[in-house]
């Protein structure tokens, strides 16, 4: 056995632990500095915490006050909508069938699904649909899926209008010149 072969590998360990070492020692320095670092940035990050909790709170109680008050305001606001009485007589006659009342599906473009989208989130009347603006419908169409999200809502608002004011024959008019909802 030659004792090079084996020396020479030995050596080359030892050496190579002695300088990890020292390099190690030199970098470290001694000083907890990165430690120190972290354990500040954990305090500042507990301290945050604890203001956004207490925001949390705050904002939940002004909630809580703010719905016992909602009563109030909802039936201000439907108040201050105007009524108009549904003439189904009238529509009958216009289109030829019978017209139920808040029937979104009377606006060209909307069908079964996109009516029952509709109501999920909340449209359930032609005066709701009516104030309701291009995005925000564009928006739930989207959230219907990529079957939805391709319908173009922007006359629908109009439309629904139209019928709300019990304006039929222009409302019939307009429509017969539409494709889908889309001028």
Known sequence: ?????????????????????????????GDDSLALSLQADLDACKANTRNLTAKIASLEADLAAKAKIAPSVQSFAAAAAPTILFDSALAATVYGKKIKENDLKIVEGIGPKIEALFNDAGIKTWYELSQASTEKLQSILDGGGENYAIHNPGTWAKQALLAYEGKWQELKDWQEGLLGGKE
């Open 1 to 29: 056995m030659n004792i090079p072969c084996i020396l020479i590998p030995a050596l080359v360990g030892l050496i190579c632990g002695i300088l990890g070492y020292l390099l190690g020692k030199m970098n470290s320095k």
